[in-house]
């Protein structure tokens, strides 16, 4: 395996009863990068992010972690590499912020076991990494969209993995905790080595956070690479439509996502 990279998924196809979901899906996903996964709706980013940690079980090809094949990795095992965020998580409103955190730690607890110091330790440090270290003993009903959304962010730093999978994370945000979410995201790879890949919707906060942009549709990868090369006029009205426009920001030169007028 390339030392360069962390994940590799090698021509990979996912199926969802019948219906193909991923077709011949290849990428080299480098350690410590931020990876924003973007494309129209059901073009099948929560299907590779499901793909990624074990969820779906792909027909053909293979994915690895740091030289270690996940057809070989017991599902508790891959929990201890590949943590998730799921999308809108409001199954356990009625749970402690601590209690979330906690379940974080599942794949080292034995069955029938308790939390012990260390794990309680490792989920208030996490807590404290995302801002909810306060709200501990809180219910999740209690808080924001944003904050429960920290919350289970810190549910993934707890699993102690390196890469953090997200899934839409700034969704149904206003656009304050939309920003507040992807500066814990980039601090998580600047300050703590995190490999995140994330899907998002807002192209234009995904081209200001994100090293690198993978563009899917219909299952299938259409360019991976910086923003500055998948934010072109041309490609992305071939992929959202012509009712969209891309212009520069004289200030920093970055290529920004607007839409255009139907007068």
């Known amino acids: 395996m390339d030392e360069k990279c962390i994940l590799k998924i090698n021509h990979v196809t996912s199926f969802l009863g019948s219906t193909k979901v991923l077709d011949n899906v290849s990428l080299d996903i480098k350690p410590g990068t931020l990876n924003g996964l973007i494309g129209v709706n059901g073009s099948g980013k929560t299907s590779l992010i499901n793909t990624i940690n074990g969820l779906i079980k792909p027909t053909e090809g293979s994915l690895d972690i740091d030289d270690l094949s996940l057809d070989s990795i017991p599902d508790k095992d891959i929990a201890k590499l590949i943590a998730t965020v799921p999308q809108n998580p409001t199954n356990m409103l009625g749970f402690s912020c601590l209690d979330v955190v906690l379940m974080g730690r599942n794949p080292y607890i034995p069955i029938g076991g308790w939390p012990n110091g260390s794990d309680i330790d490792i989920a208030y440090q996490s807590m404290k990494s995302t801002g909810v270290d306060q709200f501990a003993k809180r219910t999740l009903d209690t808080l924001s969209g944003g904050e429960i959304q920290r919350v289970f962010i810190a549910k993934g730093l707890a699993q102690g993995t390196g890469i953090l999978l997200l ?97």
């Open 167 to 263: 899934d839409e994370p700034i969704a149904n945000l206003d656009i304050s905790y939309q920003i507040q979410i992807m500066d814990i995201l980039l601090s998580l790879v600047h300050e703590q080595n995190f490999t995140i890949i994330t899907s998002l919707h807002d192209i234009n906060l995904a081209s200001l956070y994100c090293d690198n942009l993978i563009v899917i549709d219909k299952g299938a990868i259409l360019k991976t690479g910086p923003p500055s090369g998948i934010i072109e006029k041309d490609f992305i009205q071939s992929i959202f439509g012509n009712r969209l426009d891309v212009i520069r920001n004289p200030e920093d030169n970055r290529s920004i996502i607007i839409p255009k007028s139907i007068n």
